[in-house]
């Protein structure tokens, strides 16, 4: 009989292998922005051991992006507040489509497929209500807008789809903005940041809210396990005397459980995570604490920690064959297995705060 540890890895290595569209751009096996010392700001193609299989120009500057489930297309994502994301043909480099946000509505950087690939679902900002949208495009018929439905929460940063391929989850990260204020946020005192399940046509399953002591924590961004334990990382609004956890895991129909290190070790993260990710394997998930130079590492099995690793300017983050790989500000690309980093690095590149794996949807 397969043990379940078994069973997970071998779901691991199958999300990890790209499919056969991939194959014409040499099988990356991540997506992520990056600035290059030209000057350019472009949508990177990267392996696991740091090789560039594609780099293609963007308007400005990328946060995130979604891979197709099918075809070697992706949509990058312009950083909040930005209005463009874009359709590319990552074989040609062409751009297939320009989605263009609806009056009163901004991208908050990231998105996600249906597995069938034919609709894409956007995390957006509805500024004149205050409130938060997931936006509904038709990839089958040139990325034609086919609706919305609401996020049910304030500041849906990112949104994932889980493993039922039914149903996706998102981070609402309970901060208010308005382009007029760029990156102000307007709603410290009174936010509520959320962590609602949908199912694709935008029915709320469930919803999970932290205590209101922690009401200024915010939920940015999701990873999720191929047997459908979710982990959030949070960006903390308040005080800076406080340390709270900026990792949390849940499971449907269960309490979310919430992770820290030790108090001398969390004291230093300046209360910020930046991406979140569970290992291949999925025995392990992580964070990256660009702002506190840290990587961290926890068992996701007892939610418990395990180590700290120092990493200036760390951010992107993605499951390696075993462990983790990572991408830096200053250009490094690591594989993290055990105790000592493996850095490849790449002196003209500055890459941006995501590394999204190329991996069919469910």
Not at 243 to 263: I, K, T, V, W
Not at 284 to 294: K, S
Not at 335 to 340: E, I, R, T
């Amino acid at each position: 009989m397969t043990s379940r540890r078994g069973f997970l890895a071998g779901l691991a290595a199958a999300t990890l292998a790209p499919l056969p569209g991939w194959t014409a751009v040499g099988s990356p096996d991540f997506l992520s922005a990056a600035l290059f010392d030209d000057g350019s700001y472009r949508l990177v193609g990267l392996t696991i051991s740091g090789e560039v299989r594609f780099s293609i120009p963007l308007p400005g500057r990328g946060h995130a992006a979604a891979a197709h489930p099918h075809l070697a297309r992706a949509v990058a994502f312009a950083r909040r507040p930005g209005r463009f994301a874009l359709v590319i043909d990552c074989a040609t480099g062409d751009q297939l489509a320009r989605l263009e946000a609806p009056n009163g509505r901004h991208f908050y950087g990231h998105g996600a497929f249906s597995p069938d690939g034919r609709r894409l679902f956007t995390t957006e900002n509805d500024y004149e209500a205050g409130t938060g949208v997931i936006g509904v495009w038709d990839a089958a018929k040139g990325y034609a807008r086919m609706g919305e439905f609401s996020s049910a929460g304030v500041g849906p940063h990112d949104v994932v789809l889980m493993p039922d391929g039914k149903s996706l989850a998102i981070a609402n990260g309970g901060i208010e903005t308005h382009p007029d204020t760029g990156r102000t946020k307007l709603n410290l005192p009174t936010m509520r940041p959320n962590l609602t399940y949908v199912s694709l046509d935008g029915s709320v399953l469930e919803q999970v809210e932290l205590p209101a002591a922690l009401h200024k924590n915010s939920i940015r961004h999701l990873a999720v396990r191929a047997d459908g334990l979710l982990a959030f990382a949070m960006q903390w609004q308040g005080d800076l005397s406080h340390d709270p956890a900026l990792l949390g895991l849940h499971r449907r129909g269960g309490r979310y459980h919430l992770l820290s290190a030790p108090e001398d070790i969390q004291a230093t993260l300046a209360g910020y995570a930046g991406s979140v990710a569970f290992s291949a394997e999925g025995r392990q998930v992580a964070i990256t604490c660009p702002r506190g130079n840290a990587l961290h590492v926890f068992d996701a099995e007892a939610a418990r920690f395990e180590r700290a690793h120092s990493l200036s300017d760390v951010c992107g983050l993605g499951p390696g064959p075993s462990g983790f790989v990572f991408t830096t500000g200053h250009g490094d690309v690591g594989h993290l297995v055990g105790p000592n980093p493996a850095i490849s690095p790449h002196p003209r590149v500055r890459w941006d705060n995501h590394l999204v794996p190329i991996r069919p949807a469910i």
